[in-house]
Structures are given as C-alpha cells and as structure tokens.
C-alpha cells in the first residue's frame, strides 16, 4: 500500500511538471480502464534474477510489479473485463471486485505467451472453481485452449466459456463499451497475436503490449495513435543493451529508444496518448525516478504505473 501511494505521488509530482504532459481527471463513475500491472510475462522482479535490476525489489517486496494487464469497466454494468490472464490473476481480480466492486465479466486474451493466459488457472477446480467465466480469444488461441490440458480441463468442466474472435470484428461487451482485436506479428509459436482497440462511450484506446518491431506490421502506428484516443504499447526493452550474451533478434520488441525516436515526429497531442507498459526485469522505465523515465515524460509520453485510471 505504501509503494502504490508512493508511486502516485511520484505520478502527480511529474504530472504537475511544466515538462511533463497532462493525465486525464479520475472519473468516479463512467466507462474506463485501470492499469493492473506494468511487468513483461516473467513480472519484476523475474525468477532467479540475482543482478542489480533486481535486488532491491528482493530485498523489498513492496517494490515487485505485476504482470502487464488492464481491466476495462462498465460501472453502469456493474463489469470488468481483464485484457489478459496473468500469473498476477488474484491480485488483479481482487482489484476490480474490491476497489472497483465490479463483477468479473470476462477475459479477452491476447496470445499463448506465459505472462498472458496462464492465469486462467485460478478459475479451475483446484482455486475458484468458476462457472463459465467469459474468455475470448482468437481461432488458434480458442484451439490450444480446448485441446491441450489442462487448459482443456476449464472448458470441460465449464469453468470458462470461450467466445471466438476475429481481427477486426468488432465484439459489444456492453452498450456503451466495444472491444475490436487487431492482429500483429510476433513470435505465433502456439497461437496468434492480437492487441486490442476499446472504443468507450467518449473516448477510445489501443492496446498493443506485444509486438515484433512497429515496421512489421501492415498497420501504421502512428495512424492508429492519431485514430485513438489513448495507446498503452509494447515496452519491453528499453535498448539493445539489457540482455548482454543474449541475441535480442530472437525476442523481437520495439526498443523503447526506437519508440521514442519514431513518435517524436508526432504532434504533441498525440505524443501524450502514449503510455508504455510490458516492461522487462532490466527496464529502467520499472524505477519512476530514473533518467530513462524523466526521458520519457521529457518526450511528452508516459509510462504506464500501476493503479493509473483514466476515463473512456
């Protein structure tokens, strides 16, 4: 409780900056999006992680990060939905049905990577035991899910019932909230990858937290940033330098210094949409205080922080 009132503080201070862009007024009651974590798959800090990114985080619980995750909400409907199953799931859900007091309406995964379905877990026999909990997910996604246990497990017992997406089709989750997947390229090993544009009843917002690089997709970022209203983006890495004896062309992310180097040609307006999340163990955009955040803020962007809420 300490880290978060800290950590927004530390928000309110940059905010509040002449350097640093404007966040968007709480609502306290409307359509809108809260930040339920910020961490690449592995979270912050990551198994057997023994170097300096991580120690303090070791040594002081009250620094760890969830997994990257946000939950899209209804008050009128009395829903949330989570965009993405993290390893993170119970502390997430307790969020949005303590301090949101909403039901959980549904999932809407994005890809078979680790740190974005493996919470479906909880909702199973051996924790929630959940009745039919709505989770989407794209045709390949939907597959692996119902042949491959013990993720097949949940549809058997009908703890989760899947819903099939398609890219672009838009899905209504309420009248006043519409949620549409967009493909993107990345590592497919199991299933497709897709981000998600929510279009609220004032405002609209595009999530991408996984991608390969921006150049690779058929899609222009830069036109969908200016089609929306708010982009939280894939921000694993900061630079090419944090995973030193690893070939990073393996795990391919937009470089955070490339995403800033790209989106400085944006207008201003625009620039302040951005909010970068998915952030790996060596980020520095983790610690809100360092240079490689201030450049961000300085850039007329932000990173996203847990607990963060904005209005759609």
Request: aromatic letters at 8%; one cysteine or more.
């Amino acid at each position: 409780m300490l880290r978060s009132l800290l950590l927004l503080l530390i928000s309110f201070l940059l905010s509040c900056s002449s350097e640093a862009p404007p966040r968007t007024a709480v609502p306290t009651s409307a359509v809108g999006v809260v930040v339920l974590g910020t961490a690449q798959d592995a979270g912050y800090p990551q198994a057997d992680c023994q170097k300096a990114c991580c120690a303090s985080a070791w040594a002081d619980p009250a620094r760890a990060e969830m997994v990257s995750c946000l939950a899209i909400y209804d008050t009128a409907a009395g829903q949330a939905w989570l965009l993405d199953a993290t390893p993170d799931f119970p502390q997430q859900l307790q969020y949005v049905t303590d301090s949101l007091q909403l039901d959980l309406g549904g999932i809407l995964l994005t890809h078979a990577h680790m740190g974005h379905y493996t919470g479906l877990m909880y909702l199973g026999r051996e924790a929630m035991g959940a009745d039919a909990i709505p989770v989407y997910a794209m045709p390949r996604m939907d597959t692996f899910l119902r042949k491959h246990g013990p993720w097949s497990q949940l549809v058997n017992l009908q703890n989760i019932a899947l819903h099939s997406l398609r890219d672009t089709v838009p899905v209504a989750l309420t009248p006043r909230l519409t949620v549409r997947p967009l493909r993107v390229p990345h590592r497919d090993e199991y299933s497709e990858t897709v981000g998600y544009s929510v279009q609220g009843p004032g405002r609209s917002l595009l999530f991408i937290p996984d991608i390969d690089k921006w150049d690779r997709w058929d899609r222009s970022i830069d036109t969908l940033i200016a089609r929306h209203d708010l982009a939280f983006l894939d921000a694993t890495f900061f630079d090419d330098t944090e995973l030193p004896g690893r070939n990073m062309a393996e795990i391919p992310h937009p470089f955070v210094r490339e995403s800033l180097q790209r989106f400085s040609r944006l207008s201003p307006k625009n620039r302040n949409k951005i909010h970068f999340i998915h952030l790996n163990h060596t980020n520095p955009l983790l610690q809100p205080d360092s240079p490689q955040s201030l450049e961000v803020v300085e850039g007329g962007m932000h990173v996203a922080r847990t607990f963060d809420r904005l209005g759609l």
